[in-house]
């Protein structure tokens, strides 16, 4: 499964494409105040990546076990100090609420945190490669 993510970005236009295995659509997310960039930050695409990933899992993982779930709310933090730094923390909290007593959803909850594909590949740390670029200047 090839999952992908677009932007195009120029004065007072931001465009989000997200594909996965060929099916693509779009996040709105505006440009910046200053028309320039995106309103949401890299920090916070991570924490939403991280959010997202978990919720539809929950419901994944449930559906497995014949859990009814009512709702789920994810919380995710990630605490940078500086700029260009690594985040120094990565963290989240859940409230799961289902058809189920508390102990099969306590076990859905840590048996999802388990699973988690942006989670794991979080905590394997897995290199990040520029594969290519292009640079177009726009005064010739």
Do not use: W
């Not at 930050?41 to 899992?57: F, I, Q, V």
């Not at 859990?67 to 730094?85: K, N, R, T």
Request: charge should be negative; charged fraction near 20%; include cysteine.
């Amino acid at each position: 499964m090839l999952i992908s993510a677009t932007i195009n970005n120029k004065l007072q236009h931001h465009q989000v494409t997200l594909t996965t295995s060929g099916k693509s659509h779009a996040l709105d997310i505006p440009p910046r105040a200053s028309g320039l960039g995106s309103a949401a930050n890299g920090g916070e695409l991570l924490c939403l990546a991280m959010a997202t990933c978990y919720c539809n899992d929950i419901y994944r993982e449930a559906a497995k076990r014949g859990i009814e779930v009512l709702g789920v709310e994810v919380h995710a933090d990630a605490e940078f100090e500086s700029e260009g730094a690594p985040a120094k923390r990565l963290s989240y909290r859940v409230t799961v609420r289902a058809k189920a007593p508390e102990a099969s959803i306590r076990e859905l909850i840590t048996q999802t945190d388990s699973v988690a594909e942006v989670q794991n590949t979080l905590r394997l740390g897995l290199p990040v490669t520029l594969e290519s670029f292009s640079a177009v200047s726009s005064n010739a």
